[in-house]
C-alpha cells in the first residue's frame, strides 16, 4: 500500500479495510458494508485443520477453584433498531438534533436460563459478566441473527481461558466456539485467574468482527478479587462511533453506549460519602480521553489525574469518593468527539 492508500484507509474521508473471505474491501459507503456482509453470510464453515498436533489437542473444560463457584449467563446476538438520540436534543448545548439517527444495530441481549424470555430489552453495550477470583464464568451463547445470517462468537479479553473457548475465527484453523452461525449455540468457559483482576471488554472476533463490533456487539467482563464489595456506584462507558459508512446515516455520530449527547448518554447519579467507579473502555478505532468536571483520581501508578487517554479496547477507571455536590458534565475531551456526542452528566445529589 503507497502512502496516499494508506492516508485514505486509516485517517482520510471515511474508510476502512475489510478482509472477509480472501477478499480486503475498503470501505466506504453502505454498498461497501452489504458487499462484506453478503460474503460473511456465504462464508462457509471452517472445515477445520487437523494435521498438526497443535490443533489436533483436546482441552479439559475448567472448574471453579476451591471456594469458587460458576456464574452462568445465556447471551443471545440479535440485530435491533436503535436510535442514537432518542430524546432527539443536546441538553448541554440545548438545542434539537436534525435528521435520522436511527440505525440496524447489532446487540449482545441476556436471557434467562435455557434462553425462556429475554431479561430487560437488548441494550448496547450488552450485559456485564461478573466473578470473583477463583470462579469460572460460564456463557452459553446462542446465535439470534435473522437478518445478517451470519457467524459471530463471543471473545473475552483478561480471563483465562483455553483454545476451545478463545471465540476467536482462525481460517481453517477456527475451533466451535470461533464460528457460531446463525440459529447455533455454543457455551464458552472461562476462568477468573487472580491475574483477572479488572474490567476488561468482550465482543465478537468471528469472520466479520470489524464491522459487527462497530455495530455494537461488545460488552463487559468485571472480575473482583475474593470477597471484595462492589463501589456504591459502579458504571462501563463504551467510547465508540457510528461512521455513516456503516449506520447509512449522513453524519458521523460519536457515543457512550450507543448514545450520543447529553441526555441521550448515561445519567450517572451518586452522593457525597459514596465510593465511586467510572470504568471506560475505547472501542473504536479512536483515542479517547475521559474528563469529568470536579473531579480527579489517582491512576495506576499514584498519579492524580483528570484526563487521562485510552486507545481501543483499553480501560481506564475513575475510582474515587464521592465528595463534590452538583450538576457535573463528562466528556471525551478530544473536541471532534465531544461536538459530536460523546458527552453526559454525572449528577451528584446534595
Known amino acids: 500500500m503507497d502512502r496516499r492508500a494508506f492516508l485514505s484507509a486509516g485517517g482520510g474521508a471515511a474508510a476502512f479495510l475489510c478482509t472477509i473471505g480472501g477478499e480486503t474491501v475498503r470501505v466506504r459507503s453502505p454498498r461497501d458494508v452489504a458487499r462484506v456482509d453478503a460474503a460473511a453470510a456465504a462464508l462457509p464453515r471452517p472445515a477445520g485443520a487437523r494435521t498438526d498436533p497443535i490443533d489436533r489437542a483436546q482441552f479439559p473444560t475448567p472448574e471453579p477453584q476451591p471456594g469458587g463457584r460458576r456464574r452462568e449467563y445465556w447471551i443471545g446476538a440479535r440485530t435491533v433498531r436503535w436510535n442514537i438520540a432518542p430524546a432527539g436534543r443536546d441538553e448541554w448545548m440545548q438545542r434539537r438534533l436534525p435528521g435520522p439517527r436511527t440505525i440496524l444495530a447489532f446487540v449482545y441481549q441476556a436471557f434467562s436460563a435455557g434462553f425462556a424470555h429475554p431479561i430487560g430489552p437488548a441494550s448496547m453495550p450488552g450485559p456485564t459478566l461478573t466473578a470473583e477470583v477463583g470462579d469460572v464464568i460460564v456463557v452459553h451463547f446462542s446465535n439470534l441473527e435473522r437478518r445478517l445470517r451470519q457467524a459471530v462468537t463471543m ?196
Not at 178 to 206: I, K, L, N, Q, R
Not at 276 to 285: E, N
Open 155 to 350: 471473545h473475552a479479553h483478561g480471563v483465562r481461558y483455553n483454545p476451545e473457548y478463545d471465540g476467536a475465527y482462525l481460517g481453517d484453523f477456527t475451533r466451535a466456539g470461533g464460528f457460531v452461525a446463525p440459529d447455533e449455540e455454543f457455551t464458552y468457559v472461562w476462568e477468573a485467574t487472580p491475574e483477572s483482576v479488572g474490567v476488561w471488554p468482550y465482543h465478537d472476533h468471528g469472520p466479520n468482527h470489524t464491522l459487527n463490533a462497530i455495530r455494537g456487539l461488545f460488552g463487559a467482563v468485571i472480575v473482583r478479587e475474593k470477597g471484595a464489595p462492589a463501589p456504591d456506584v459502579e458504571q462501563v462507558l463504551f467510547l465508540h462511533s457510528f461512521p455513516p459508512e456503516v449506520s447509512g446515516l449522513p453524519r458521523l455520530f460519536h457515543c457512550v453506549n450507543g448514545r450520543s449527547y447529553a441526555g441521550n448518554t448515561p445519567t450517572i447519579r451518586a452522593r457525597p460519602g459514596q465510593r465511586v467507579a467510572i470504568h471506560v473502555i475505547g472501542t473504536d478505532q479512536n483515542f479517547h480521553t475521559f474528563h469529568i468536571h470536579g473531579h480527579r483520581w489517582h491512576d495506576a501508578s499514584g498519579a492524580l489525574v483528570d484526563c487521562p487517554t485510552l486507545g481501543p479496547n483499553e480501560t481506564i477507571t475513575a475510582s474515587f469518593v464521592e465528595d463534590n455536590p452538583g450538576r457535573w458534565l463528562y466528556h471525551c475531551h478530544v473536541y471532534t468527539h465531544q461536538d459530536a456526542g460523546m458527552a453526559g452528566w454525572y449528577l451528584v445529589e446534595q
